[in-house]
T-cell receptor
Framework: GAVVSQHPSWVICKSGTSVKIECRSL??????MFWYRQFPKQSLMLMAT?????????EQGVEKDKFLINHASLTLSTLTVTSAHPEDSSFYIC???????????FGSGTQLSVL | LAKTTQPISMDSYEGQEVNITCSHN???????ITWYQQFPSQGPRFIIQ???TKVTNEVASLFIPADRKSSTLSLPRVSLSDTAVYYC???????????????FGKGTKLSVKP
């Protein structure tokens, strides 16, 4: 089946720095990718919808200037957490629609820890 | 998007059949029902998807009554490795549907014991 690769799988950074997370569709073209955030023992929360070649659509309450999303190609979307703070520590997951039957496939997630 | 309601947790023993029911009273005509499995620190994994009646694949069955206001995920003969959180999602998710994003509910934490 279709594969979505997410990198890095975990990252530790200092408060105030920026962190970039990549999401790649390995064997299909994904015109739309989605970014989720998941806190411990909670469900996934949709942050934004990323469309190739256009600006991302953010969910209510998600700061677009803090969580920069770029979807420059049909196989790559990036999420940059700018000026990260400890409260941004979370599990970030991307997903992409694609494959022969246009199903939704998820990446393996990125655990971000901000010190 | 239709809201879903699932039991927060379920316990089972190895070898048993597990049925997890999801309520989605406001499901729309174009909505499909999709179930995902998530292990700790991993992304969700697609299990099964259906629109009505019954769907079966190599890992699970999905039962959907005629009114489509609920659905039941059936896992035959569970093992310890089936311990995970199971999410029921409803949305226009497949075959070129316009609504690509899926809203996750709280999910059901299934614990399989030896």
């Amino acid at each position: 089946g279709a594969v979505v690769s997410q990198h890095p799988s975990w990252v530790i950074c200092k408060s105030g720095t920026s962190v970039k997370i990549e999401c790649r569709s390995l064997d299909f073209q994904a015109t739309t990718m989605f970014w989720y955030r998941q806190f411990p023992k909670q469900s996934l929360m949709l942050m934004a919808t990323s469309n190739e070649g256009s600006k991302a659509t953010y969910e209510q309450g998600v700061e677009k200037d803090k969580f920069l999303i770029n979807h420059a190609s049909l196989t790559l979307s990036t999420l940059t957490v700018t000026s990260a703070h400890p409260e941004d520590s979370s599990f970030y997951i991307c997903s992409a629609r694609g494959g022969a039957d246009e199903k939704l496939f998820f990446g393996s997630g990125t655990q971000l820890s901000v010190l | 998007l239709a809201k879903t309601t699932q039991p927060i947790s379920m316990d089972s023993y190895e070898g048993q059949e597990v049925n997890i029911t999801c309520s989605h009273n406001n499901i729309a005509t174009n909505d499909y029902i999709t179930w995902y499995q998530q292990f700790p620190s991993q992304g969700p994994r697609f299990i099964i998807q259906g629109y009505k009646t019954k769907v079966t694949n190599e890992v699970a069955s999905l039962f959907i009554p005629a009114d489509r206001k609920s659905s039941t995920l059936s896992l035959p003969r569970v093992s310890l490795s089936d311990t995970a959180v199971y999410y029921c999602l409803v949305g226009d998710d497949t075959y070129g549907g316009s609504q690509g994003n899926l809203i996750f509910g709280k999910g059901t934490k299934l614990s399989v014991k030896p």
